[in-house]
């Protein structure tokens, strides 16, 4: 069975820092590009990062560049988003998906087309 498992959510104050992982298992990881995205309570769904396996780029939202980094490490099957200066704004149930390419365009990281979804780890920014 397709897994991802996003884990490593919690509290956190104002200028905090926090590293989520999602583990991936049940298909062929080096072949799909990981997508980090965050969904706030009534707020649309938004893709906050993405990592290319098939040439190791990065590509991040505008409204998260340079406070967020992903990583991956292939040896786990897992993509990290280490999360810096975070603000009451990042609070958000954090998930990630997999998909054949990282999709990115007009300063976004688009979701829609991920072909396998996980389940989020929640994270709670406080002011």
């Known amino acids: 069975d397709v897994q991802l498992q996003a884990s490593g959510g919690g509290l956190v104050r104002t200028g905090g820092s926090l590293r989520l992982s999602c583990a991936a298992s049940?298909?062929?990881?080096?072949?799909?590009?990981i997508t980090w995205f965050r969904q706030a309570p009534g707020k649309e769904r938004e893709g906050v990062s993405c990592?290319?396996?098939?040439?190791?780029?990065?590509y991040y939202a505008d409204s998260v560049k340079g406070r967020f980094t992903i990583a991956s490490d292939s040896a786990k099957n897992t993509v990290y988003l280490q999360i810096n200066n975070m603000k009451p704004e990042d609070t958000a149930v954090y998930s990630c998906?997999?998909?054949?390419?990282?999709?990115?365009?007009?300063?976004?990281?688009?979701?829609?087309?991920?072909?396998?979804w996980g389940q989020g780890t929640l994270v709670t920014v406080s002011s």
């Open positions: 998906s997999a998909s054949t390419r990282c999709w990115v365009g007009w300063g976004k990281i688009l979701v829609d087309d991920s072909d396998y």
């Open positions: 049940g298909f062929t990881f080096d072949n799909y590009a």
């Open positions: 990592f290319s396996h098939s040439d190791g780029s990065s």
